[in-house]
């Protein structure tokens, strides 16, 4: 049986940054069979509701930034994947939410510091830590 970490959202968990979800009810019925885990590294870190956030282009790399605040959030992000992975070590798919910039597998938004669009084709940064495991990756939309 695959084991596949999915971003919760798409199994109707309200953790998304306006407590609302993102069921995918044809998703998950592709995924009958399938060993689900469900993650949301921003949930875990920061709460539901919580302010939005944004890759930015940064000296230090692609960085997910408050859009509140400002604060680069992206060490919690980056713990809870590392964590995430390190407890999950058999996981055979990684499905995340598109344009998520934690979860998107190619399709978040990636911004300069004065917020214009570079590409909407970046790893949001739990994919990132996906990929660079070896783990097949999808977004959501494309799988």
Known sequence: MPKVAISAC???EKCRYDATDNRD???ITKLEGCELI????EDHAFGTPRPTMDLVKTAQGSRA???KTGT????AVEGYARSFFDTH??????IGKDRSPSCGVCSARLYDEEKNLLTIDEAGLMAKEALARGIECFDAEMY
């Not at 469900?38 to 590294?41: E, L, V």
């Not at 680069?72 to 060490?75: A, G, H, K, Q, T």
């Open 25 to 27: 009810d044809v998703l």
């Open 89 to 94: 070590t058999d996981v055979d798919i990684f």
């Open 65 to 67: 930034l408050s859009n």
């Open 10 to 12: 798409l199994l109707g």
């Open 38 to 41: 469900p993650f949301c590294p």
């Open 72 to 75: 680069d959030l992206s060490f």
